[in-house]
């Protein structure tokens, strides 16, 4: 079994210390790919440069995350336009609204996300994005040049099922995450998942964040990292109706094809 990681923060400080035992375990559980997801102006040069480091295990995105947005500036934009023309990145972003937590004033988040939005537009390469409680924001700015990008994931996804079919309806994909896993939170996604099609299912651990609840054993550390991808395959799998493998062949076949992997 062959699985595709789309979203992993191995950039983290916390993986600083094993990074390689990190990656050595992943492989002994079946991911043979990672997306390493850039997401700052410090971090979108790190992705791409753990991309170069595993070729033919790594890819990256290059991106602000909105929690990020104020950091982006004429001299951000530069960086970005750089960084996507590499090979190793695969799609820009992280980028979107985060109207959750709210850690960048909401008009700096809507100017960081245009202004990715339209670097997408010029790079052709797809989009990965981030939405938390801005949906109607989100959707106002994506879907009016949505005809004109390439493909769009909606990475992590946690809401609801009109959401859901908002994004399907603009042609998305949908990466899925732990929260699946969550009994406080993601109950909802365990009865919606089985509406995506499977061509636009995507999965992922958003390590070092989001480590299932219901892992067992759970570890001592308390820090996700990509070996427990399978876990999060055979929750989706359970909740859709299909067998682990079935799961398991068509995201990764989905990843491939999304991020243009060999």
Request: charged residues 25%; hydrophobic residues 40%.
């Amino acid at each position: 079994m062959q699985l595709i990681d789309i979203g992993a923060n191995l950039t983290h400080s916390s993986f600083q210390h094993d990074l390689d035992a990190v990656v050595e375990r992943a492989r002994a559980h079946g991911v043979c790919r990672m997306v390493i997801t850039g997401a700052s102006r410090e971090g979108s040069p790190a992705a791409l440069e753990l991309a170069r480091k595993f070729p033919g295990l790594m890819a990256a995105t290059a991106g602000i995350h909105p929690h990020h947005a104020s950091e982006f500036d004429a001299e951000t934009d530069d960086l970005l336009r750089e960084l996507v023309a590499a090979p190793e990145v695969r799609a820009v972003g992280e980028t979107g609204l985060d109207y959750h937590r709210d850690l960048s004033p909401r008009p700096t988040q809507l100017f960081a996300f245009e202004r990715q939005l339209e670097i997408a537009l010029d790079c052709g390469k797809p989009l990965f994005l981030h939405q938390r409680d801005a949906h109607a924001d989100f959707i106002s700015l994506l879907k009016p040049v949505r005809d004109r990008l390439g493909a769009v994931v909606v990475h992590c996804f946690t809401g609801t099922r009109e959401e859901l079919f908002d994004y399907l309806d603009l042609d998305c994909h949908i990466g899925i995450t732990g929260w699946i896993c969550d009994e406080r939170r993601g109950t909802h996604l365990r009865e919606i998942v089985g509406n995506i099609p499977a061509n636009r299912l995507m999965i992922e651990t958003d390590s070092p964040y989001l480590l299932p609840r219901n892992l067992k054993p759970m570890p001592s550390h308390r820090r996700n990292e990509p070996m427990f991808l399978g876990h999060i395959c055979a929750e989706l799998a359970r909740d859709r109706g299909e067998s682990l493998e079935a799961t398991a062949a068509a995201t990764t076949a989905t990843a491939m094809q999304f991020f243009g992997l060999d």
